[in-house]
């Protein structure tokens, strides 16, 4: 008999095949796999800010229930919590209504919806396993920082926080310090298991091939970054950066950008006040973005100082790409895999000179380029292939 799987994760993909998100895959894993797989999500697109197309469910082999979610503008709004806050007695509305299921696998965060899903399964008797994405609110409190008040704000959202990894009975996150963060606050768990984001590399491999990018000048070197571009991330320091070798002459490096987000047209406008030759080409599909990302030279992960964020979608593709990795996060989980591996450089945070000589060593030395890019891309084979990571998920599920 098979067992009934409610996934529930509050931010995935648009389902139009154009993204590489962690539970739509997982469901279709799961699906795969002989189990009665049902994905819920919000009906609100969290990457388009508008509400989600209707989707023909007869193109997937698990099913996709939407949650009605209000609608918000800004990623960090009082609005966005308070639309958490409807999601999550929306949801609590459905699976009242629904039947028991065997196990749910839920995304951590939104801090409401998890916190009504460890509720239900705590009260109904059901297995629950949690999968961290990131940890909440210590991201938020990297972006309000202010003595006294700051505690006392987000203390509500720590306690739900303590409360939703206490439940859980087993604990999947994409980093080490994401899984010692939980079991902090959970001396029951029966299994714990870190599995990085990654990719599915022979899909991938495909993507590359098939957006293959055919427009660079044999002349340019091309600096990339994807991902969003918001108050996590260190684009002045990059910028700063390249400036400095434009001061010394150095003229033919491109800074391609790769992703949306509130301070785009900041980034945008403070590259040409340096003169910065910079492409900000928006919002790409996945495949497109593999293309563009295969025909750079180098990667930056330019995470801003004291964030949370410890292993993250970028870091994957970069590896993927076999690309040498300028990276400036101080987690040290990261920056252990980059010294491990010898798949790019680490560099001091927010430090435009130390960035810009580690530009500048990779920029005189293909051949170190060429051996850290192989690295790179032995470090995605070995840590970040979605087909070998995510069956100890299928396994723990089992």
């Given amino acids: 008999m098979k067992k009934d799987v409610l996934l529930i994760a509050h931010f995935c993909n648009d389902f139009d095949g154009k993204g590489n998100n ?98 239900y399964a705590k009260k109904n008797n059901v297995k629950f396993i949690i999968d961290i994405q990131d940890l909440w609110p210590e991201a938020f409190e990297m972006i309000f920082k202010i003595p006294i008040i700051s505690p006392i704000i987000f203390f509500p959202f720590r306690k739900k926080a303590n409360y939703i990894y206490n439940s859980a009975d087993k604990i999947v996150s994409v980093s080490d310090s994401y899984t010692m963060r939980a079991l902090k606050n959970n001396n029951k768990c029966e299994k714990s298991s870190s599995i990085y984001i990654g990719t599915d590399l022979s899909e991938f491999d495909k993507m590359a091939e098939i957006n293959k990018y055919l427009e660079k000048p044999d002349n340019e070197i091309w600096i990339a970054y994807a991902g969003t571009l918001g108050n996590s991330y260190d684009l002045i320091s990059i910028i700063d950066a390249l400036n400095i070798l434009n001061l010394q002459g150095i003229l033919n490096i491109k800074f391609i950008v790769m992703g949306d987000g509130p301070l785009k047209s900041k980034f945008e406008n403070y590259a040409k006040i340096k003169k910065v030759n910079a492409n900000f ?77 580690k530009i500048l060593k990779l920029y005189n030395d293909k051949k170190l380029r060429s051996t850290m890019g192989r690295n790179s891309r032995r470090l995605a084979e070995e840590k970040f292939d979605r087909k070998v990571s995510y069956l100890k998920i299928l396994e723990m599920l089992k």
Avoid at 299 to 315: D, E, F, G, L, R
């Fill in 22 to 119: 962690r539970f739509n895959y997982i469901a279709n894993l799961l699906a795969n796999n002989n189990f009665d797989t049902e994905l819920i999500t919000s009906d609100f697109s969290h990457n388009k800010k508008i509400k989600r197309e209707k989707i023909n469910s007869k193109s997937y082999n698990y099913k996709i229930t939407f949650i009605s979610e209000p609608q918000y503008s800004n990623n960090v709004s009082f609005k966005r919590f308070y639309s958490h806050y409807k999601m999550g007695k929306n949801l609590k509305k459905y699976l009242d209504k629904r039947k028991k299921p065997d196990i749910i696998y839920c995304a951590v965060p939104s801090l409401d919806v998890a916190k009504v899903a460890a509720n």
């Fill in 281 to 357: 080409v928006g919002r790409l599909t996945y495949g497109e973005m593999v293309g563009l990302l295969k025909a750079c030279d180098i990667a930056v992960n330019p995470i801003k100082k004291n964030s949370a964020a410890s292993i993250i979608n970028k870091h994957g593709d970069y590896a993927a790409a076999g690309l040498p990795v300028l990276n400036t996060q101080e987690s040290q989980e990261y920056r252990n895999l980059i010294e491990e591996y010898e798949a790019g450089i680490n560099c001091i945070n927010n430090d435009a000179k130390d960035i810009s000589s």
